[in-house]
């Protein structure tokens, strides 16, 4: 039975970074939206931990590497100009 993979980065309208006092650090922030609700802002770690545990098959090096940077950007944007 084949699966079909759904892009995590699919449900980004946009990032943000903001410094956390309690973590005394940067934190990747996405605004995410998956239905009809109101888009939140979630730490851009939880929705990579949400994708992994939904889909588990996934390559564990994808999960525990997690996009970063450049590629992350480049993913955004190949979003982006499809829609």
Known sequence: MKRKMINPISYVKNTRVSYSKFLEKNIKEVLVQFDTENPAWIPYDTLIAIDCMKNASKEETYCNSQ???????????????NT
Do not use: T
């Open 67 to 81: 996009i970063e940077g450049k590629e992350f950007d480049k993913s955004l944007q190949e979003k982006n100009s």
